[in-house]
């Protein structure tokens, strides 16, 4: 119950009308919270009493039914009331010694009153204490509310929320958005250092909150955390709309107690930033369609389409003066996403490539760029801009480095998903954009059959040649006379040759070290290569039938990128 909705039993007491009456038992819970009062006439009343009450009532009440007195205690505390007041005296009997025995057992507080008082001004005074302060209670919370709808109203952000709570509760705030990821806080420094230090670190790392977005919690749930060596409460409310978790806000106790008045305006504040998010999501959307329209039309070969993207650049800040780099990072999870009350499996992935967006702005900011980066599909598209007189060989460092970055970020952040990106060379012509957005594609495909995260197109090696779209025919079938008939043998009978042919060329033909690698008998590999000659007439000993086969394996590795032979 909230005190602030009312008065505790001990201010009670110290009111006008109480002052001469006395706590006989149950002093040890003064201080339970008395928020409206009750009149009991008979032992009948018992049942229509509700929490929070001061039951006001006379012993002569208690005397048709002797036997009430024996559990009427342990009701009065189950049913949640905050005292029982009895007036004596005259005819009435003495309260029992059962009575304030089952007080002071359940720190009930029962209280004798002054004879001499008369009910009503007991609960006239009580009743306009109660009232005012529960008035004063909606003023504030109505306050409180309007202060932060103003933030949203004004176009104030998720930030602004947070700084409006610090000056309300007086304690560290952190803020977790589960749609966008990410954290804002205000802890009343002007370096944040304090969240920077050490409060943004546990809501990303520590085991309790690293998955939020995963585990759903639900309620508010308190936990203890280590902050510069000493223990600190933290309060983790969510923010929801009706089944699905938006985000969750983190209230440290760590420069004045957390009251009841500081949950409420949790609730409060809960339910506006569930508003910000979901204006942000709307624009989002919004944004993000036209940014793709806007990226497929200037990606593309047809002029017509490009047309239409030219003319539409200015509401992106974009110029055809300036040079890109196109870059695409695709997105997949390391395993099987399970499904939720709430969310989907596929929100859910959407919700990490969201958040996956916001980290690669953030990340391209920091590196003082300019891109436009929209979704296709289950791909991020960026679309890297550099002024008329970069330096293309300067374009491509940076570029990869912020896909390292990219990777590094999503490697820490989000555990159960992976991210491979390809990145095209430098265009400083935009009609041929489209030749960046197809090398980088490349680079991609390639990357990941290599095991490596982020690829450059000039990073591909001899793969810039066979990875051309007009050969294509002429790669398949050299691909079939070579390296397919050891496939498919492979395929139907369970044998290692494509792995051993690609071992022979690993270890310059060292039959030693590749018996070493392939885990196997010296004679066993001397056995294969012979078969491999018999199966797919690949003669190792001779020079143009050796680079032949060599090429055939770079040739599947393409095949293995595509997903399929050749698209």
């Known amino acids: 119950m909230l005190k602030e909705q009312g008065m505790t039993v001990r201010e009670a007491m110290g009111l006008e009308p109480l002052k001469t009456s006395k706590v006989i038992a149950g002093s040890e819970g003064v201080d339970r919270v008395i928020v409206r009062l009750n009149i009991m006439a008979d032992h009948e009343g018992i049942d229509w009493v509700s929490e929070g009450e001061l039951l ?117 705030i952190v803020i977790w958005d589960n749609i966008f990821g990410g954290c804002v806080g205000d802890d009343g420094s002007q370096d944040s250092s304090l969240l920077n230090g050490n409060l943004f670190s546990i809501v990303y790392n520590d085991d309790k909150t690293k998955n939020l977005s995963q585990d759903g919690i639900k309620k508010l749930t308190n936990y203890a955390d280590n902050v510069n060596g000493r223990i600190v409460k933290r309060v983790l409310f969510p923010i929801m709309v009706s089944e699905n978790i938006y985000g969750y806000v983190f209230l440290w106790e760590m420069l004045k107690p957390i009251g009841t008045i500081d949950y409420r305006t949790l609730e409060t504040a809960s339910a506006v930033i569930a508003l910000e998010i979901i204006k942000r999501m709307s624009v989002y959307q919004v944004e993000s369609r036209y940014k793709m329209e806007f990226l497929e039309n200037l990606l593309s070969r047809d002029t017509t389409m490009q047309n239409l993207a030219f003319e539409r650049g200015s509401f992106f800040d974009w110029s055809e003066k300036d040079g890109h780099t196109v870059m695409i990072v695709s997105i997949e999870s390391r395993e099987k996403i399970p499904a939720h009350k709430q969310m989907t499996p596929r929100e859910i992935f959407a919700q990490y490539k969201n ?108 793969y810039k040649i066979l990875s051309q779209d007009n050969i294509k025919n002429e790669l398949a079938a050299f691909y079939e006379n070579t390296i397919l008939p050891l496939y498919e043998y492979d395929k139907t009978r369970n044998t290692e040759f494509i792995a051993t042919l690609k071992a022979y060329f690993e270890h310059n033909g060292n039959i030693r070290k590749m018996a070493e690698a392939l885990y196997t008998h010296y004679n066993t590999v001397l056995y294969r290569l012979e ?18 086969a060599e090429i055939g394996l770079k040739i599947m590795k393409i095949i293995e990128g595509n997903g399929s032979r050749f698209q």
């Open 355 to 462: 958040s996956i967006i916001q980290d690669i702005d953030e990340i391209v900011k920091k590196e003082n760029e300019k891109a436009i980066i929209g979704e296709k599909s289950d791909s991020i598209i960026i679309l890297l801009r550099s002024g008329e007189a970069r330096d293309i060989e300067e374009m491509g460092r940076k570029a990869r480095r912020i896909g390292d970055k990219i990777i590094k970020a999503v490697d820490q952040k989000y555990q159960k998903t992976k991210v491979n990106i390809g990145i095209g060379r430098h265009c400083t012509n935009v009609r041929l954009l489209w030749k960046s957005y197809q090398e980088a594609r490349k680079a991609m495909l390639l990357g990941n059959s290599y095991g490596k995260k982020a690829m450059h197109f000039d990073d591909i090696g001899v």
């Open 56 to 172: 006001i009532t006379t012993s002569l009440a208690l005397k048709a039914k002797p036997d009430l007195s024996k559990d009427l205690i342990a009701k009065l505390h189950n049913k949640g009331l905050a005292a029982l007041a009895l007036k004596i005296g005259g005819l009435d009997m003495p309260i029992s010694r059962e009575l304030i025995a089952a007080a002071d057992k359940y720190s009930f507080p029962l209280i004798e009153l002054d004879p001499n008082v008369p009910f009503a001004y007991i609960t006239d005074n009580l009743s306009s204490h109660i009232f005012n302060k529960q008035t004063a209670l909606i003023m504030r919370m109505e306050n409180i509310h309007n202060n932060l709808m103003n933030v949203v109203l004004s176009g104030g952000g998720l930030q602004d929320i947070a700084a409006v709570l610090y000056e309300t509760i007086g304690n560290p």
């Open 531 to 548: 078969r491999i000659k018999e199966i797919s007439n690949i003669d190792l000993k001779s020079p143009e039938s050796r680079l032949n």
